[in-house]
């Protein structure tokens, strides 16, 4: 590390020397991971499965850029601790930690939902984005240590499809409102440390987990969205790279909502 100065945000808002854990291979986690790396930092991709992160590496790595990956079940302290160790082994630290991870076993009525069901989803949406950060604290720590400038920035993806209720997505829903509260909690008191917390709250993105729920797959016949059409993964993937950025050295405990518009605000 510290040589490759390929790629430069405008504005020189950062590149070429960071390093980043981006939690998840396939659908938005994948276009953060490539715009991070295209912008720049050298990242370390990961899903449950080794399929979608083999997947994933051989597409970033095709177009020239840095990226490794491993297996990692977000849930699991295990697989978190190997996740830590990829990233230490390859790049010596970290900079970024963007968790994009979620889970929804169930869709239907929220208080029918099991203790089972209410676990999964809590450890995974919850639970395990903190943990994982503070596995990586000490090292992300470690890294502003007598350096000036330092980016030390953590964002949590929160899809809480607030702008209208689905009565059938509770748990989930439920478990994704807690991470807002995460953020602003992790933000005070990381602040001292130098280290910023965000949280993207997207709207309806177009994506496979988007059409598990409406089982279908054509759009939704109401105005989710007020901008033409649903949104692509890869127009929540530049507000993160910038949330990375010294731009945004004086945001922290921002739930930045990327979803067309939102009568609820």
């Known amino acids: 590390r510290g040589d490759r100065n390929l790629f430069q945000l405008p504005g020189g808002g950062w590149g070429g020397d960071e390093a980043t854990v981006a939690i998840s291979a396939h659908r938005i986690g994948f276009a953060i991971a490539r715009r991070l790396a295209r912008d720049g930092a050298h990242v370390v991709v990961s899903s449950r499965k080794q399929h979608n992160v083999d997947r994933a590496v051989a597409a970033l790595q095709g177009e020239g850029l840095s990226v490794t990956g491993t297996v990692c079940h977000v849930g699991k302290a295990e697989d978190r601790e190997r996740l ?9 630290g970290v900079d970024f930690l963007v968790c994009v991870a979620g889970v929804n076993p169930l869709v239907g009525s929220t208080l029918g939902a099991s203790e089972q069901v209410w676990d999964k989803v809590l450890d995974v949406n919850v639970k395990s984005p903190a943990l994982l950060l503070s596995q990586l604290l000490p090292h992300m720590e470690n890294r502003g ?4 400038g330092d980016i030390l920035s953590c964002q949590f993806q929160s899809l809480c499809l607030f702008t209208f209720a689905f009565q059938k997505l509770g748990v989930y829903n439920t478990s994704k409102t807690a991470l807002l509260g995460l953020c602003k909690s992790l933000a005070i008191e990381l602040a001292p440390k130098g280290i910023r917390v965000n949280c993207l709250v997207p709207g309806i993105i177009k994506t496979d987990f988007m059409k598990v729920q409406f089982q279908e797959e054509t759009e939704p016949d109401f105005p989710v969205c007020w901008l033409i059409s649903l949104a692509k993964p890869e127009e929540c993937a530049g507000i993160v790279s910038f949330l990375c950025s010294s731009d945004a050295s004086y945001i922290t405990g921002e739930n930045i909502v990327v979803a067309g518009y939102s009568p609820k605000l």
């Open 145 to 148: 240590s007598g350096c000036s």
């Open 84 to 92: 830590v160790a990829t990233a230490l082994e390859h790049y010596g």
